[in-house]
């Protein structure tokens, strides 16, 4: 059974920093990617940012040069530093890791189970 399990979420005024971390059950290495994804009220998911198993990054544009995603294998976490906090950044974060499917092309999706971060003006 994967689980993440996310924390670091919480109320910072606009211009701080939080670092969230996204602790898995098993070893990340058997993950293809993992990534930060966040939710506002009234919005559809987005992704901020993936690290991929050989740690390629990629970021959504709203969020480059302020956000950075790293991971430690020897702990299974993936991070994700969040400075200069905007009230736009506000919502609930969720961990995702992506498991292929050996001899496929699929693959298994596992997300956490979220963690608010909200940012005051």
């Known amino acids: 059974q994967v689980q993440l399990v996310e924390s670091g979420g919480g109320l910072v005024q606009a211009g701080g920093s939080l670092r969230l971390s996204c602790a898995a059950s098993?070893?990340?290495?058997?993950?293809?990617?993992m990534g930060w994804y966040r939710q506002a009220p009234g919005k559809q998911r987005e992704l901020v940012a993936h690290?991929?198993?050989?740690?390629?990054?990629n970021y959504a544009d709203s969020v480059k040069g302020r956000f950075t995603i790293s991971r430690d294998n020897a702990k299974n976490t993936v991070y994700l530093q969040m400075n200069s906090l905007k009230p736009g950044d506000a919502a609930v974060y969720y961990c995702?890791?992506?498991?292929?499917?050996?001899?496929?092309?699929?693959?298994?999706?596992?997300w956490g189970q979220g963690t608010q971060v909200t940012v005051s003006s």
């Open positions: 098993i070893s990340i290495f058997r993950f293809n990617r």
């Open positions: 995702k890791a992506r498991m292929g499917i050996i001899a496929t092309t699929l693959a298994n999706d596992y």
């Open positions: 690290i991929t198993s050989g740690g390629s990054t």
